[in-house]
């Protein structure tokens, strides 16, 4: 099954993990001893506030093929992800979270159908043990929803736990979007893909750095990202409103002509512009979140700033040595 020739990438976004590294680094290198190919382990330190970074450049005195690229500050997983996607130099590349949700010794099986031909490897969840059920209801109804409305499907039950080889990574690599909705965007590169499944293990140790409002942002930009379809809906609604309200008007001018009949209804006036003020004011603001986002694009900035890379530092640097050398000069 090894392929000597091969490398594989296993990029990992970290943001203040210290409490479950040691755990992570010993499962990964076993699984690499394993798996008899060349392997390098990217960590993407996601400005972290704790001593990951310590701990992760310690190991790498140990493990040569460790390599951590900082972030100058929390950017967010997706750009963390990002960031290791455009460094890993490995003819595939395996995405997984520190946490150990996604369980190490899965890389195996997912190396395999790699080997016979698999471009993509989706890891999906058969269960998601630890997590709350209104979790998992707000997950379920919201990748309904965007199945729906956008045109490439996000696969149900699938987390950013995947193998991508180099081809896929390179066109991943390649969109130049600012907002990066990495699940949509993994469905819209498509590729031969295999389906694995698997249990999805509760966090190891920390907690969770995802609360509702994130999850809701998240949502937004999946479904803003790769749709314009709310826009039509939006128009529709505009439409029918409209169309009501004059059939509505006529029919109320021709019952007073007609019949003599005028009817009074100031309560149900209130309603009428009530409803329809709200109905233009979610249209106004669904066209502001689209607005919002073109700006962001126009800006053009990168989606991450690295602010040291281990690969590029001698490794017994020091910093006291160089001003020294400069006061010298003085
Ligand atoms: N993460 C990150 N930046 C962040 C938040 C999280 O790089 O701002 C990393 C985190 O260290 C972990 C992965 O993304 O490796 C998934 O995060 P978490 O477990 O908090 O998310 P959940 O599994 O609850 O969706
Ligand atoms: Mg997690």
Not at 42 to 50: E, Q, T
Not at 83 to 107: M, S
Not at 196 to 222: C, I, Q, S
Request: a positive charge; proline letters at 4%.
């Amino acid at each position: 099954m090894t392929r000597p020739d091969s490398m594989l990438s296993i990029v990992i976004p970290v943001h203040n993990e210290a409490d479950v590294i040691p755990t992570l680094l010993n499962r990964l290198a076993r699984v690499c001893r394993q798996l008899g190919t060349a392997t390098e382990l990217l960590f993407v330190d996601d400005g972290s506030s704790d001593n990951s970074v310590a701990l992760l450049l310690k190991a790498r005195r140990r493990y040569s093929d460790i390599r951590v690229l900082q972030l100058s500050r929390n950017f967010g997983k997706e750009a963390a992800v990002t960031a290791g996607l455009n460094h890993a130099r490995g003819d595939a590349v395996v995405l997984i979270d520190a946490d150990l949700q996604d369980p190490p010794e899965l890389i195996t099986d997912m190396v395999a159908e790699w080997y016979k031909g698999a471009d993509v490897v989706l890891m999906k969840r058969r269960s998601r043990t630890g997590e709350s059920w209104v979790k998992r209801m707000t997950a379920s109804v919201f990748y309904r929803l965007i199945n729906r409305i956008s045109d490439a499907p996000i696969p149900v039950d699938t987390g950013d736990f995947r193998l991508m080889s180099r081809r896929t990574v390179d066109a991943l690599n390649q969109l130049p979007e600012r907002n990066r909705y990495l699940k949509g965007m993994f469905a819209w590169v498509g590729m031969p893909t295999v389906t694995l499944e698997f249990d999805r293990d509760p966090r190891a140790a920390g907690k969770t750095k995802w609360n509702y409002l994130k999850l809701v942002h998240l949502a937004m930009e999946g479904i803003t990202s790769f749709s314009t379809r709310p826009l039509r809906i939006a128009l529709i609604l505009g439409f029918l409103a409209a169309g009501a309200g004059g059939l509505f008007g006529t029919w109320e001018v021709l019952k007073a002509l007609i019949l003599g009949v005028s009817t009074p209804g100031y309560a149900s006036m209130i309603a009428i512009v009530t409803f329809l003020s709200g109905v233009q004011l979610l249209c106004v603001g669904l066209l502001g979140e689209y607005v919002g986002r073109i700006y962001m694009e126009t800006k053009q900035r990168p989606v991450f700033i690295l602010a040291e890379d281990s690969d590029d530092r001698i490794l017994d640097y020091q910093p006291t040595l160089k001003v020294a050398v400069n006061d010298q000069n003085h």
